[in-house]
């Protein structure tokens, strides 16, 4: 990957992709349609604000963390500062994009509720392979609730303009929340697939030499075998099971410890050895947490 550029302000951003200068300095309401694609063809940039889109037929795709997103789907992303994002825009796919880019830098939630509160929009922290797919009626709301703000900006600034736009955005990302737990539910088909993906990536890890070459797996390792975010990956299980992503490596681990205790004459140590522990205390400690008696309390119960 090149060399991202460093866009520090939202004028910057509308400086890249061709647009008159935002009427205001820390908040930008972009029209799709009128965004320069060619300008931003083949662009890496590290962004210092938020980034919020709804997006339909976009010709191209956008890279972001590991992830390759399809401009052509309607569908909502959410980039927060000081990530790296990538266009690849091909002007040469006919397209009629649409949609709403909103920009959002930190300094203007300074000394408000929401300069505190969209850090617990996890979303944010999602690759854009998890954007938020919307239903029409979804969509609907979405677009009057980006219209409701883009009237405001417009709007000569006075001092109801900052609480108004906020107010709105506020709602916006409310919704969005509403709809992703939403999407963990309708994408059943999906999200049942990821389950049997997770299991079936545990249980061949558990059984290999994985174990005690690498160490247990973590929540990062196995999102990334399944081109996930490790936040979306725990939300989605904790949505299917009411566990999350660690709580199931957690799971399937007293699992297997149960088996090796119940059916062998293997030491504690040496189970905490093969399970990919490096001291044996860690694992008796977990197992009791998890099991609410000792390994050697457990093994006791079969003699």
């Known amino acids: 990957m090149d060399n991202p550029i460093h866009l520090k302000s939202i004028t910057a951003f509308h400086r890249l992709l061709g647009l008159k200068a935002p009427q205001h300095p820390l908040i930008g309401v972009v029209d799709y349609s009128s965004i320069n694609h060619a300008a931003a063809e083949n662009k890496t940039v590290f962004l210092n604000f938020y980034a919020i889109g709804l997006k339909r037929d976009v010709g191209g795709k ?39 880019l909103l920009l959002l830098h930190p300094d203007f939630l300074w000394g408000t509720h929401l300069a ?10 999602y690759a854009i392979k998890e954007a938020l797919f919307l239903s029409e009626k979804e969509e609907e709301v979405i677009e009057s609730i980006f219209q409701n703000i883009q009237r405001e900006y417009h709007k000569d600034i006075d001092k109801f303009t900052q609480s108004i736009i906020l107010a709105q955005i506020e709602t916006l990302l409310n919704y969005a929340d509403r709809f992703y737990q939403r999407q963990f539910v ?29 160490g247990l797996p973590t929540v990062q390792l196995l999102a990334d075998d399944l081109c996930l975010s490790p936040i979306y990956l725990s939300n989605l299980l904790k949505q299917l099971t009411g566990i999350s992503a660690q709580q199931h490596i957690h799971e399937k681990l007293i699992k297997e410890a149960k088996e090796k205790l119940s059916t062998t004459n293997l030491s504690v140590s040496r189970i905490a050895y093969e399970l990919g522990f490096e001291h044996s205390q860690s694992f008796s400690k977990l197992f009791k947490s998890k099991s609410g008696v000792s390994p050697l309390e457990f093994r006791a119960s079969f003699n």
């Open 116 to 125: 505190k509160s969209i850090k617990k929009y996890e979303y944010f922290n």
């Open 62 to 100: 956008l890279h972001y963390g590991q992830q390759v997103y399809d401009f052509d789907e309607g569908l909502m992303s959410f980039v927060a500062p000081s990530q790296v994002i990538r266009f690849e825009i091909d002007i040469s796919i006919p397209s009629n994009p649409s949609g709403y």
């Open 186 to 214: 309708t994408r059943n088909v999906t999200s049942n697939q990821t389950l049997s993906k997770v299991e079936d990536y545990l249980e061949s890890y558990f059984k290999s030499e994985n174990l005690t070459n690498k």
